[in-house]
């Protein structure tokens, strides 16, 4: 009797910590692996999702693979996303090192600088095309007023303006993220380092070179490819904002899918374009890791 209560013991104890995780894993499982399998398995077919059913192999794939418009839009998307990153590296590490230093209202300024990536993108979105508008927007009031224009400019209805914009507004959007995460970095640098090198003769640079830098490596590396996958699938700022538009200058490859499948009803086809999205989102990570690993 005493022997089964302790195998029943063991057994328990075996088993407690896959209970712990059960509930994460089966969230995964419902939320993220089902949805995908379930998109790749639609992209083999040329169906409605309801009664049609046409088994068509890899015709999507091909098709997606000369589609000028997917093709475009996969363009796009690279701007984008290396102009968003850039941006979002560049300001996020001139604040972290502004908040690392002793100043005044240093806790408020930093409530402040945090305050774009707690917003919704809806509410972002919304207010840019309200700061942007042509007829009574904040932008062109300004300048009209100061005679530096003088008619409105459509900012998001203009071809050469509203993919800048729109690139603006993203970095705006997300640079918190960096931001933080960098100073949360360079706050875990001894200040030791810093005094042995300057004791060296290293100048600001040759200090943030060869001392910041590679201490915030492996920070830098988890952020650069979250920030990277998250901008290059980025899709609600950019429809709130322009759907795509004018014409395709911010059509990136997020809209092209959405638009194929629920304006079109090519359902397959934009399931064969997600899978490829999927793969370069998994490659990105892949490539990062390897270039950005520590020796």
């Known amino acids: 009797m005493n022997e089964i209560i302790r195998n029943r013991g063991r057994l328990k104890t075996k088993l407690t910590p896959y209970g712990f995780i059960l509930p994460a894993c089966l969230t995964i499982l ?7 399998l379930y998109g790749i398995y639609i992209s083999f077919f040329n169906t409605n999702l309801v009664n049609k059913w046409e088994f ?29 990153v850039v941006g979002h590296f560049v300001i996020g590490f001139i604040f972290a090192s502004i908040l690392n230093m002793d100043i005044r209202f240093r806790t408020v300024l930093r409530g402040i600088l945090i305050l774009p990536w707690l917003f919704p993108d809806v509410v972002i979105a919304y207010l840019f095309k309200w700061i942007l508008n042509t007829q ?11 005679g530096l224009i003088s008619d409105p400019i459509g900012w998001l209805s203009t071809s050469a303006t509203a993919f800048p914009c729109v690139i603006l507004v993203s970095i705006w959007k997300g640079y918190p993220l960096v931001m933080v995460q960098i100073l ?10 810093y005094e042995a ?5 290293a100048n600001m640079w040759q200090r943030f070179r060869y001392v910041t830098i ?23 700022l950019i429809w709130l904002m322009t759907s795509g538009g004018p014409g395709s200058s911010t059509m990136v490859s997020a809209i ?31 490539v990062f890791r390897r270039l950005l690993r520590d020796d």
């Open 30 to 36: 419902i939320l993220v692996v089902y949805p995908i």
């Open 56 to 84: 068509v192999g890899l015709r999507y794939y091909l098709q997606a693979l000369t589609d000028t418009s997917f093709l475009h839009s996969l363009w796009m998307t690279v701007i984008f996303t290396v102009s968003v």
């Open 136 to 146: 009574g927007g904040i932008v062109n009031e300004l300048l009209i007023h100061f």
């Open 184 to 193: 949360a970095g360079i706050q875990t640098i001894s200040t030791d380092m």
């Open 197 to 201: 090198a300057e004791i060296d003769g």
């Open 214 to 236: 590679p201490a915030l490596k492996p920070i830098l590396t988890t952020i650069l490819i979250l920030d990277t996958v998250w901008v290059f699938k980025q899709f609600t």
């Open 256 to 286: 092209e899918i959405y638009k194929n499948a629920f304006s079109y009803f090519k359902y397959g086809l934009a399931s064969a374009q997600s899978v490829y999205i999927l793969l370069i989102c998994y490659l990105i990570g892949v």
